[in-house]
C-alpha cells in the first residue's frame, strides 16, 4: 500500500494563478482532510470529507475549494492564489471509527505564492 | 486562548535525559487526546493516543487531567532519534468526523 500520497509535492505560482492540489490514498478510508501548516503554528483544517460527494469547512476555508467525487482522491483547489497561502499541505485519511481517531498523513506539498 | 497550547521550546537535553512536555486545552467537551511526532519537513504521525488512566509505551508515558484540561507526554532514556517536533492534538468537541485541533508543538533536541 502506498497509504496517502500528494501530488505535487512542490509548487511556486504567481498571485492570481490557480492550481490543483491532489490527495490520493489506497486504505479504503471514508474521511479525508486538508491541512495547511504555517511556521510556528499548528496544523490547521481547511476542509474535510466524511464520504464520496460530501465535504465541509474547517477553521480556514477561505479562498480554498475542495472536490471528492471519488473515495479514493481529494482535491483542494486555490481558484486565485494569494501569498497568505503559502504554506506546507497536508492531506490526511482516516477510518470512521470511533474508538481509534488515528489519521495517517500524506508527505505534504510545499507551495510558494509570489 | 487557543485552543490547544503548548510550550513551543526548544527542549535541548543531553541523551539519557528524562524530558516532560505539557499541553493545555480549552473545549472541555473534547474526548480524545493524542501525540503526534512531526520530523523535520515531513508528516505528522501517531505517538500516541491518551487514556484517562494514563498509559505507556516503553519509554513514552502520557497523562490526561481532564480537570485541568491537561495531558503531558513523559520522555524517559532520550535517544537521539527522539529529536523531533511533538504535537499535542484534541478532538474538536467530541465530534466523531474527526476534526483534530492541533497545538503548534514542541521542538525537542537531544544532544549526544
Known amino acids: 500500500n502506498a497509504g496517502v500520497t500528494q501530488t505535487p509535492k512542490f509548487r511556486v505560482l504567481k498571485t492570481g494563478q490557480s492550481m490543483t492540489l491532489l490527495c490520493a490514498q489506497d486504505m479504503n478510508h471514508e474521511y479525508m482532510y486538508w491541512y495547511r501548516q504555517d511556521p510556528g503554528m499548528g496544523l490547521r483544517l481547511i476542509h474535510y470529507?466524511?464520504?464520496?460527494?460530501?465535504?465541509a469547512k474547517g477553521e480556514v476555508p477561505d479562498g480554498y475549494n475542495v472536490s471528492r467525487l471519488k473515495k479514493q482522491n481529494f482535491l483542494l483547489g486555490l481558484e486565485s492564489a494569494a501569498p497568505s497561502q503559502t504554506s506546507v499541505y497536508f492531506c490526511a485519511s482516516r477510518l470512521p471509527d470511533r474508538v481509534s481517531y488515528e489519521q495517517y498523513f500524506g508527505p505534504g506539498t510545499r507551495l510558494t505564492v509570489t | 486562548r487557543k485552543e490547544v497550547e503548548q510550550d513551543p521550546g526548544p527542549f535541548n537535553v543531553p541523551e539519557g535525559a528524562t524530558v516532560a512536555f505539557n499541553c493545555t486545552y480549552s473545549n472541555s467537551a473534547s474526548q480524545s487526546f493524542f501525540w503526534y511526532r512531526q520530523d523535520c519537513r515531513k508528516e505528522p504521525k501517531l505517538l500516541m493516543s491518551v487514556y484517562s488512566s494514563g498509559n505507556e509505551d516503553g519509554r513514552f508515558t502520557a497523562q490526561l487531567n481532564r480537570a485541568s484540561q491537561y495531558i503531558s507526554l513523559l520522555i524517559r532514556d532520550s535517544k537521539l532519534s527522539d529529536s523531533a517536533t511533538y504535537l499535542c492534538v484534541v478532538n474538536w468537541s467530541g465530534s466523531n468526523t474527526g476534526k483534530l485541533i492541533f497545538g503548534q508543538g514542541t521542538t525537542l533536541q537531544v544532544k549526544p
Open positions: 470529507s466524511v464520504g464520496e460527494g460530501t465535504t
